[in-house]
């Protein structure tokens, strides 16, 4: 088996330690990992170690680029096993910004320059839902068919962390 694989086996047992205990409470999802993690983590900081000295492996090759990552930053990595809170990962970051990253290529050809501004403020409202769990369509419906009528003032209310959806009049 190569290097690379048996890493990648290694991440998967983590991995799959995180699919075990996604629904627990945090202090529970703490314990559960104390109880399994560490001896994977130590296993792969020694196999890294050893294989890093390795005259065979090139420094600049994949591996050794990869390795010299990993044990540079062993530390900060195995931090998410102190709280249970802690994601292994920052894939829900990733996810939530993807988004903006994918439209900042669009923008360049967006063609006038408050057409940028006007697409920004429109994403950061969408996010802004999001976050809140907040239905974008029904917020942007509700909130187009008040603005007309209400002051600047007023309208600060119906930012998406203040806004309250306005009652329907029962016919």
């Known amino acids: 088996?190569?290097?690379?694989l048996w890493f990648i086996l290694k991440i998967r047992a983590l991995y799959q330690i995180e699919d075990q205990l996604r629904d627990c409470a945090p202090e529970e999802r703490r314990r559960g990992r104390l109880a399994k993690a560490p001896a994977i983590w130590r296993e792969m900081?020694?196999?890294a170690e050893r294989l890093k000295s390795d005259p065979r492996l090139l420094p600049k090759s994949s591996l050794g680029k990869a390795l010299r990552y990993f044990l540079k930053e062993y530390t900060p990595m195995v931090g998410y096993?102190?709280?249970?809170r802690f994601e292994i990962d920052n894939n829900l970051v990733e996810n939530d910004v993807r988004p903006s990253a994918v439209g900042r290529r669009r923008w360049l050809f967006i063609g006038h320059p408050d057409a940028g501004w006007r697409s920004a403020v429109i994403y950061t409202?969408?996010?802004s839902c999001r976050r809140r769990g907040i239905n974008?369509?029904?917020?942007l419906t509700d909130v187009l068919a008040?603005?007309?009528a209400m002051t600047a003032k007023q309208a600060r209310d119906l930012v998406p962390s203040r806004w309250?959806?306005?009652r329907s009049k029962p016919d």
């Not at 088996?1 to 690379?4: D, F, P």
């Not at 096993?81 to 249970?84: E, M, N, Q, V, Y």
């Not at 974008?136 to 917020?139: G, I, N, S, V, W």
């Open 164 to 166: 309250k959806p306005q």
């Open 81 to 84: 096993l102190r709280d249970g």
């Open 125 to 127: 409202i969408i996010q």
């Open 1 to 4: 088996m190569s290097e690379g």
């Open 146 to 148: 008040r603005l007309p």
């Open 45 to 47: 900081k020694r196999r």
């Open 136 to 139: 974008t369509q029904e917020y």
